[in-house]
């Protein structure tokens, strides 16, 4: 399964993409809002995790336009 991780603490994403990776799960990750969203409308995933504090767009806006978008992405929030 690939998950969408999107976080701009570059040591945390790298933690938390190792420990999904070690569960077998395909990781990107996107380190700001503006990725993120492109991704999270272009791309298929299993689910996201999701920051709200990012650059460029904040969490909460990235996941308003996927709702917007009619995506249906399971998304966890840190």
Known sequence: MRILLVEDDAPLAESI????????????IAADGETGAHLGATETYAAAVLDLGLPKQDGLSVLRGWREQNRPLPVLIL
Do not use: I, N, S, T
């Open 17 to 28: 993409a190792q420990a999904l990776r070690e569960e077998q799960f395909a990781v990107d």
